[in-house]
């Protein structure tokens, strides 16, 4: 039955999509986050359902008369820039026909990426896209919430099978980076009675992340925390919201829970941490010998044995700084890092520019709450091989498109409803045909 209803909804998206482009990137995150097709138990779970969305998105784009104008910022273009030096670590792989592949999946995440910079251009398009994502996974984060309060924290909370956040870690970290969109949704709901459920929503999807019994989760919440309290006007009043939020829920992790966190200060006793230093410095040895590294899927056996001090100890990469920098290099890895960096900056430049402006308030919060979301993926990400992880390029994709958004003046104003929408003549904001709209803050 699950298999039908989602099958249907897809099928029955797709006209919608050929009249409305952008609608394309809304049900290609649903399924990209949420994978609604994994929680089937047959042949929907196998149906290529994302990439007739895709295909279904960038046929109806061609085919719009809506202006299509990219919105080139330097994180755009960083972008860019990565997927090119990809083909070239690709073609210069220590497995090519296991990298070629990869490159393939990574591409269709980042070609998606530029159609959406295309499509999402105005402040309701921005706001449904943020919508759609956090509530994709704020799903898992009730379900997982509740299940760990059921189950007194005894099992893991997992993502769903053959996906992006199966594992615990990875279902931690994508927890982490939701709550702070939840906390937005729950500020600037234009319905009220929906401000208590984001909120309620964002709780127990802290609960969830606690309950992955991922330490890299853990240390992403803490450093969200502490950011928060850095960042907050009102510092004693968050200290005591962070001090209750802790004396309720940690209480509910069963012993097990605690042992394992404990870990985290004995990682030299701990033969998964130690087997995970011997990767990132197999990583390192490899990036100094090779300036394009080992391109794709190249943490096994025969580099290892190469490369590693300890080469019967084969393990992941279980680091975004590790993973990119033995996969695409030293140059790889700084690209990367310059992306992170660009955004952040990015989004701090649009937090000074509407914070006067009353009517952009939403936008200025929604800013600060992407970089919540990015210390938490600097922070877990550091201990979780997701340097490709789709959820961090739409928190770059948010950004630049707000960051244009600024630029042209397309804000919503206090009822709602936008100044401008990009790309139609005769409104306050838009751009001239055919103009590449670009964004310097």
């Known amino acids: 039955m699950r298999d039908i209803a989602v099958t249907l909804v897809i099928l029955a998206s797709l006209p919608f999509i050929l009249w409305r482009p952008w609608y394309g990137i809304l049900v290609w995150s649903w399924l990209g986050f949420m994978n609604p097709h994994r929680l089937a138990w047959g042949f929907a779970t196998t149906l290529p359902l994302a990439m007739v969305v895709a295909l279904t998105t960038m046929v109806a784009l061609l085919l719009s008369r809506e202006k299509r104008n990219f919105m080139w910022t330097r994180e755009m273009a960083l972008i860019l820039i990565f997927l090119c030096w990809m083909v070239v670590t690709t073609t210069f792989s220590m497995y090519p026909w296991l990298a070629w592949d990869q490159f393939i999946k990574v591409s269709k995440i980042f070609l998606m990426i530029f159609v959406a910079a295309i499509l999402i251009n105005s402040a309701e398009r921005l706001q449904a896209l943020v919508l759609v994502i956090a509530l994709s996974i704020g799903f898992y984060g009730v379900k997982g919430g509740i299940f760990t309060v059921v189950h007194g924290g005894v099992y893991a909370v997992r993502g769903p099978p053959g996906t992006f956040i199966d594992g615990n870690n990875e279902i931690g970290l994508a927890l982490a980076m939701t709550i702070p969109l939840l ?30 019994q991922s330490r890299g989760a853990l240390l992403g919440l803490g450093a969200m925390a502490a950011f928060l309290w850095i960042k907050s006007p009102r510092k004693f009043l968050t200290l005591i919201v962070i001090a209750v939020v802790a004396a309720v829920v940690l209480p509910l992790m069963p012993e097990q829970w605690w042992a394992r966190m404990a870990t985290i200060q004995t990682y030299e006793q701990d033969q998964s941490a130690m087997g995970r230093i011997n990767a990132w410095k197999m990583a390192v040895n490899l990036a100094s010998h090779q300036i394009t590294g080992g391109g794709f899927e190249c943490f096994r056996g025969p580099t290892f044995a190469i490369y ?11 680091s975004i700084y590790f993973q990119i920098l033995g996969h695409q290099g030293y140059i790889g890895l700084a690209i990367f890092l310059l992306l992170i960096a660009c955004s952040w900056f990015s989004a701090s430049s649009v937090i000074r520019a509407t914070k006067k402006d009353k009517s952009k ?14 210390i938490a993926y600097i922070t877990a990400g550091a201990f979780l091989g997701l340097g490709y992880f789709d959820y961090f390029y739409n928190v770059v994709l948010i950004v630049a498109v707000a960051k244009v958004l600024v630029a042209r ?5 206090p009822t709602g409803e936008s100044e401008a929408l990009a790309g139609q003549p005769g409104l306050a904001g838009a751009s001239p045909p055919g103009m590449i709209a670009k964004a310097r803050l």
């Open 183 to 212: 906390y937005w949704l729950a500020r600037h709901a234009k319905q009220a009675y929906l401000r208590p459920a984001y909120l309620i929503a964002a709780g127990l999807t802290a609960i969830a992340a606690l309950g992955t």
């Open 308 to 318: 590693a001090p300890d080469p019967e100890d084969v393990h992941d990469s279980h």
């Open 361 to 374: 308030h939403w936008l200025r919060d929604l800013m600060a709450m992407i970089q919540v979301s990015l």
């Open 409 to 413: 003046k397309i804000v919503n104003t």
